[in-house]
């Protein structure tokens, strides 16, 4: 102790006066170290009771009886299975079933590290239900996942770790229907078929059990009050499976998340003169909010972009414009065209075509026609930012997007262009909007279109107008009357004929 | 909270009653173990045997017993003894004296009345000297002192800078150093 430092020592082994009024002023633990605390004390406390005595150092008795270990019977079948195995090397199910039959009123828990290392994952270990990470597979879902938030998942382990199971044969096994419950207890996943009053477990190896229906009426009432837009994953069906689960989830910081990435220039328009264009729209009208671009979209298409290309399209007027176009297969197993609206390469001979056809197939600095031919404008993909800073980058091949997709002059256009496409990260698809990201479930963006869908069911096809596609409520003037008064004439044919000012 | 709240929790669920009585005593049940190890342990020991008592806790409940009144007093007796047992346990790894020494005849008693109530005055005299230097100082003195925590810790607690911290701490030492030599204390 250094001597400007106050000694208060004096304060050490406080009685309970001291203790209380320091705790409630001055403790300060904080939420982190409070759970890991909590975690560790219920890990302690359901992990076994060899630790502690009938008698502290001290001398004196404290009363601690045997913890009381909440294995049911089964599981502490499947322990003690472990325990002989430990010492005989016996095959698993075989013990588990004789075991399950002699088994004493109470065994202790076998520690893992009491077990030998050709079964140190014992089924024991794996099903204490404290901690471990849980989804839930309903078929009124499917196939979205009900990510169970912590109360509702310990509200599921009490029932689980009350209620009474017993070992049975597989012929118990209903036809009907199951909720499934995958678990990731320490990296280790297994799954539950949760029928009324059967269970199942699936992981290195299968079992029945019978219990009573309290376990799959409280996954019903988790999937009752579930918070859809919160808690509702999308998986794959490839997916869903133990392993499967937990391997989506698996996420990496926004920062790192590569959504999209700058594609080679087109090999006929390598030897090209390319040059950056101004945005084909007015960039203030187009949105990048999710709620409005969701009211653009008709549709959501998932799936991944395998190719890339790029076309003119030439107008009636005699106009061109740019578009991209994405081959994506989708999550169906179909493959289908998205267009970019608006952006990518267009010759200055298409993009000018009304002018130079005006000069005289010259423009301005009265070019030839071999620099005319030579010019290409390349026009960026809105990214959210404003008019000067446009993006060059495309989706990357291979990752999971989510497209958000209208039909506009008879392509599945997406709209808001970057900002329509959401990228699969983790549970979340992400959408970035500059450098900002902003995180959505499917769920979520699934309901908001087919709200808006639903809201405008009366006129879909009026969606599909550029004005609609750009977001822009166009102004309406309602004209004032005029006092004034106009004599005119009427010619020999009858038609009114006005006096010019 | 009192038995008859435990108990009816526990009825309801074990795992939320067990963390009811965790949220509303963790800072109590930190605090006794910290001021018997604070001397001997570091802050890693300290969380472990705190972890270890509410262990102790949860699984020595009895909700066939009828006991009434507050659940502070069985978790402040458990608190203690685990907390000076693991104190003894980290005394005994460095001094041991043979039983028949000699010296160990004069070892005092533990327990000394007339020095625990002292020693209780004292600590309640003290602790009425910081009160009165206000917060955040008090805080900040406490957090210090008698928590070890580093001025950017302290920061964080009390929402100032940790440079703020560094100066507030100074004049608190030192108008605290003044109200203890005015009642006769050095601190």
Known sequence: MKKTDLDLRALDNADDETAERISEKYTHISESDMERIFKNSRKKYLNGTEEISDKTETGENVVIPQVKHHRKSFLRSISAAAAVLAAGGAAVYGSIYILNHGAADFIPAVRPEQVSESCKVTLGDMYKFYDDEIRICTSAFVPYIIKVPDEERQRLFDVMNSVEWEEADSEYVPDGEYSTVFVCNNGNPYSLKVYPEVLVYSGETEAVYRTDSSISECIYSISENTDRNRDLVWYLYDSITNEGIWESRITVPDSELKMFEKPEIPEDLR???????????????IPYEMSNITEQADRIVLGYVEDHYYTVEHNQNGSSTPMTHLTVKTVDGETTDLVLYGEGYISYRDDMWDIIGKTGDKYGDAKSDKEIDKLYYFYG????????????????????????VSEYMGMDTICSDLCGILCKSGDDFVQKICDEYRHYSL??????????NNKNSSDVSAAASPADFLQVDLPYFEPEESGETVEYTVDEDGVRVFPLN | MTHEELRSELEKSESQAQRKLFDQYCSYVYT??????????????????????????????????DFSGEVSGFVGTIARRKSADVYKKHISDRITMPIDDE????????????????????????????????EPDSVIIMQKYYFDRSSKEISEIVSLSPAAVRVRCGRAVKRLRKTAEQSGLKL
């Open chain 2, 32 to 65: 006794i173990v910290y001021s018997r190890l604070r001397s001997c342990c570091t802050r890693e020991d300290i969380e472990e045997c705190v972890s270890d008592v509410f262990a102790d806790i949860f699984s020595s409940y009895r909700t066939d017993r």
């Open chain 1, 443 to 452: 769920f979520e963006l699934q309901q908001m279109v087919n709200n808006n």
């Open chain 1, 271 to 285: 030897d090209k003169e390319i040059q950056k264009a101004g945005g084909i729209y007015c960039y203030d009208v």
């Open chain 1, 381 to 404: 993909y809105y990214d959210g930012s404003d008019s000067t800073r446009e993006s060059e980058e495309l989706p990357v091949p291979g990752q999971l997007y989510a497209f958000m």
């Open chain 2, 103 to 134: 010296a160990a005849q004069h070892i005092a008693a533990e327990t000394d009345i007339e020095e625990d109530h002292a020693a209780k005055e004292l600590r309640k005299e003290i602790l009425n000297m910081i009160d009165a230097l206000g």
